[in-house]
């Protein structure tokens, strides 16, 4: 049998009616861009995420760089953030002009860890971003209790935990902004790319809704600086809209599996990250193993895809050679990344899948 890392064929079938009608109306309207699809979808996901504001932007990388310049960030500021989050915390700092600063994970969620936060922060620290790895909540307050009343911004990363949970509240709704990514591949994906900010202050939802469209307020009046284009079109606001009601299934669906994968590796050296738990929406299903790379090619032997997310440390890659970091303790995080390895996890996977994926794991780990 041969099981896909992911097959986005299956999400576009199961709601393919929907879709269909979704992009007649739109084509057919004559409005393409922020149009009347962008500013529902934009209501409707922030109730989703039981808050008063939600910004459409172009896509996640925009989110977090208008986000970080929401809040001031910009030269001789640092922004404090995981190493192993896939690089696009790092990116939207370095676009602002502030400078990384990594911090350790904690080593049972590999998401960023309080203690080592608190060894990171400094005078310059204006943003921590926390980045809920994998589809599991970061501890955001366990981050605000080690800033204090200090003047830091915190900006949650919700890429990949759209409708994760932590004591009530959604992703997104705990930091001072939420930001998102609709790429295809995320649990709410468009069929292109689109992204988000969330927030709960009328203030900062102003300055993003400037920031996103040329500093405009308005047309042709431009209030504030650094504005540019990063809109996102009708036709990707209405079909996140179409998907959006079926989110919660979906992520159901995600985690059933994960659950079915951490029961086959329960006597093996394989130890699947999750928790079974609602702060966690089943994004990536992501294991450590000792022997990553013999398992991962016994795994392909047997026709199952994986994936490594991610293989590089942001301050380990190339592009990051001439940023100037402090350096903190990353003993976890330099740990985790020669382990780690990411199993299929999609909706749509068949039952026959799942079990074959178990039985597989169960002989090879
Ligand atoms: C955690 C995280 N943050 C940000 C992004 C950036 O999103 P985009 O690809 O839409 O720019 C991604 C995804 O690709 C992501 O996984």
């Given at each position: 049998?041969?099981?896909?890392?992911?097959?986005l064929?299956?999400?576009y079938?199961?709601?393919?009616?929907?879709i269909?009608?979704?992009l007649?109306?739109?084509?057919?309207?004559?409005?393409?861009?922020?149009?009347?699809?962008?500013?529902?979808?934009?209501?409707?996901?922030?109730?989703?995420?039981?808050?008063?504001?939600?910004?459409?932007?172009?896509?996640?990388?925009?989110?977090?760089?208008?986000?970080?310049?929401?809040?001031?960030?910009?030269?001789?500021?640092?922004?404090?953030?995981?190493?192993?989050?896939?690089?696009?915390?790092?990116?939207?700092?370095?676009?602002?002009?502030?400078?990384?600063?990594?911090?350790?994970?904690?080593?049972?969620?590999?998401?960023?860890?309080?203690?080592?936060?608190?060894?990171?922060?400094?005078?310059?620290?204006?943003?921590?971003?926390?980045?809920?790895?994998?589809?599991?909540?970061?501890?955001?307050?366990?981050?605000?209790?080690?800033?204090?009343?200090?003047?830091?911004?915190?900006?949650?990363?919700?890429?990949?935990?759209?409708?994760?949970?932590?004591?009530?509240?959604?992703?997104?709704?705990?930091?001072?902004?939420?930001?998102?990514?609709f790429?295809p591949?995320?649990?709410?994906g468009a069929l292109g790319?689109g992204?988000?900010?969330?927030?709960?202050?009328?203030?900062?939802?102003?300055?993003?809704?400037?920031?996103?469209?040329?500093?405009?307020?308005?047309?042709?009046?431009?209030?504030?600086?650094?504005?540019?284009?990063?809109?996102?079109?009708?036709i990707q606001?209405?079909v996140l809209?179409?998907?959006?009601?079926?989110?919660?299934?979906?992520?159901?669906?995600?985690?059933?599996?994960?659950?079915?994968?951490?029961?086959?590796?329960?006597?093996?050296?394989?130890?699947?990250?999750?928790?079974?738990?609602?702060?966690?929406?089943?994004?990536?299903?992501?294991?450590?193993?000792?022997?990553?790379?013999?398992?991962?090619?016994?795994?392909?032997?047997?026709?199952?895809?994986?994936?490594?997310?991610?293989?590089?440390?942001?301050?380990?890659?190339?592009?990051?050679?001439?940023?100037?970091?402090?350096?903190?303790?990353?003993?976890?995080?330099?740990?985790?990344?020669?382990?780690?390895?990411?199993?299929?996890?999609?909706?749509?996977?068949?039952?026959?899948?799942?079990?074959?994926?178990?039985?597989?794991?169960?002989?090879?780990?």
């Amino acid at each position: 049998m041969r099981v896909l890392f992911n097959d986005l064929k299956r999400q576009y079938v199961a709601t393919a009616d929907t879709i269909h009608d979704t992009l007649t109306r739109v084509a057919s309207s004559g409005w393409y861009i922020m149009g009347p699809e962008h500013d529902a979808f934009e209501r409707e996901f922030a109730d989703y995420c039981g808050l008063p504001f939600a910004i459409a932007v172009a896509n996640g990388t925009d989110a977090l760089e208008l986000a970080l310049r929401c809040v001031g960030c910009g030269c001789e500021d640092e922004v404090v953030t995981a190493p192993n989050a896939g690089g696009y915390t790092s990116t939207a700092a370095i676009l602002v002009g502030a400078t990384p600063v990594y911090a350790d994970v904690d080593s049972k969620t590999l998401t960023l860890s309080p203690d080592s936060v608190a060894a990171a922060l400094s005078e310059r620290t204006k943003a921590v971003v926390v980045t809920h790895l994998f589809g599991q909540m970061g501890d955001v307050d366990g981050i605000r209790r080690v800033i204090g009343n200090r003047p830091i911004s915190v900006i949650e990363d919700c890429a990949q935990a759209h409708g994760a949970m932590a004591n009530g509240r959604r992703a997104g709704a705990l930091g001072d902004l939420g930001t998102f990514s609709f790429y295809p591949t995320k649990n709410l994906g468009a069929l292109g790319d689109g992204g988000a900010v969330v927030c709960a202050r009328e203030d900062l939802a102003e300055h993003l809704r400037a920031l996103r469209q040329y500093g405009w307020q308005g047309r042709y009046k431009s209030i504030v600086p650094y504005g540019r284009n990063s809109r996102m079109d009708e036709i990707q606001a209405a079909v996140l809209r179409a998907r959006l009601p079926v989110l919660d299934r979906w992520n159901e669906e995600r985690r059933a599996i994960v659950d079915c994968y951490r029961a086959a590796a329960e006597n093996s050296p394989l130890r699947i990250v999750h928790r079974p738990s609602r702060s966690y929406v089943g994004h990536l299903c992501v294991a450590l193993h000792e022997e990553r790379d013999r398992l991962r090619e016994d795994l392909a032997r047997r026709g199952i895809d994986t994936a490594v997310h991610y293989p590089y440390l942001d301050p380990h890659q190339p592009a990051m050679k001439t940023i100037q970091w402090r350096k903190v303790d990353l003993t976890v995080s330099e740990y985790a990344v020669e382990r780690i390895v990411s199993l299929p996890c999609f909706p749509g996977m068949s039952d026959a899948e799942i079990k074959y994926v178990c039985e597989t794991i169960a002989a090879c780990a």
